[in-house]
């Protein structure tokens, strides 16, 4: 079963706008990830935020996090047609302890027209 | 240095034969994982290794499905008689650690016919 939840689905915009994508999960976690996968095969990671952060930044990417709604975004600034892809959200669940596993979400399909 | 490497990159197969994915973690990565991922979908758990043992195969969706890591490096995922249902990509991450990101590599593309 997937836990998480993007939200849009599919996102459309120019080069150099701004894309936001959220993402909601169901039960605590010690981390949530965001990954990116170009045609359907590999995923590349892009960023990791911690259940006690609120807030990371990586280059064009800013991530937060808000537990008391289980709930993240993931905003890339300055867009470029290269960031065309589908991103998904990953949540490593809270086993009290070392966790072994990710639940994706469903995916947002990001299109950056040049 | 050389990421996570998985073979074959296509495979297709006719129903009910056997198949061997082959996956080669990050040398070093004790945490290595099996996912799939059907069209359209985000790719889903199938089993978690921590060295040799499998730490957590609770999404291998039934006994066709089985998974070794003989020498808690390479990896297969072997499935009997497949069904059309399998077809998916199959994924293949490892991680330094259990708790941190994972690498995922390229896929396996299982066509049953």
């Known amino acids: 079963s997937q836990q998480g939840e993007e939200d849009p689905q599919a996102l459309s915009i120019q080069e150099g706008e701004n894309a936001t994508m959220n993402c909601s999960y169901k039960?605590?976690?010690?981390?949530l990830q965001w990954y990116r996968q170009n045609s359907g095969r590999g995923l590349v990671h892009l960023i990791l935020i911690r259940s006690n952060e609120r807030e990371k930044h990586s280059g064009r990417l800013r991530v937060t996090l808000d537990t008391s709604k289980k709930s993240s975004s993931l905003l890339i600034t300055a867009s470029r047609a290269a960031d065309t892809a589908s991103y998904f959200c990953a949540t490593d669940l809270n086993y009290g302890g070392a966790t072994n596993k990710l639940i994706f979400g469903t995916g947002t399909l990001l299109a950056v027209q040049p | 240095g050389a990421g996570v490497s998985q073979t074959p990159s296509n495979k297709v197969t006719e129903k009910g034969k056997y198949v061997e994915l082959r996956c080669d973690p990050i040398?070093?990565?004790?945490?290595l994982y099996w996912y799939r991922q059907s069209l359209g979908q985000g790719p889903e758990f199938l089993i978690y290794f921590q060295g040799t043992g499998a730490a957590d195969d609770s999404g291998l969706p039934n006994d066709r499905f089985f998974a070794v890591r003989p020498e808690g490096s390479v990896s297969t995922l072997k499935i009997q008689r497949t069904e059309r249902g399998d077809s998916a990509v199959y994924l293949c991450?490892?991680?330094?650690?259990?708790?941190?990101?994972?690498?995922f590599g390229p896929g396996t593309r299982l066509t049953v016919l």
């Open positions: 040398s070093g990565h004790t945490a």
């Open positions: 039960t605590s976690i010690n981390n």
């Open positions: 991450a490892s991680s330094p650690d259990a708790a941190n990101e994972q690498f």
